[in-house]
């Protein structure tokens, strides 16, 4: 390998790095919410949070 290269390789090596790690975060990111989005939409996960949400709104002083 010639210097002219080596002195290329360092300078440019790990261009768009950056930007490649930010497209795996956001797709891992896109993942997490769609999973969320399936528990959350369960019936189960909605009845509990219908009755946390009646508990709290029938509190009597």
Same mark, same amino acid.
């Given at each position: 390998? #010639?210097?002219r *290269?080596? #002195?290329f !390789?360092?300078?440019?090596?790990e &261009?768009?790095m #950056? #930007? /490649?790690?930010?497209?795996?975060g =956001?797709v /891992?990111?896109?993942?997490? @919410?769609?999973? !969320? !989005?399936?528990?959350v939409r369960?019936d &189960?996960?909605? &009845? /509990? !949070?219908t009755g *946390? *949400? %009646?508990? @709290?709104?029938?509190? =009597? %002083?």
């Amino acid at each position: 390998m #010639t210097q002219r *290269i080596r #002195t290329f !390789l360092k300078a440019h090596g790990e &261009a768009g790095m #950056t #930007t /490649a790690e930010y497209a795996v975060g =956001t797709v /891992a990111a896109v993942a997490f @919410a769609g999973l !969320l !989005l399936a528990i959350v939409r369960s019936d &189960a996960v909605r &009845a /509990a !949070l219908t009755g *946390i *949400i %009646t508990s @709290a709104l029938n509190v =009597t %002083t």
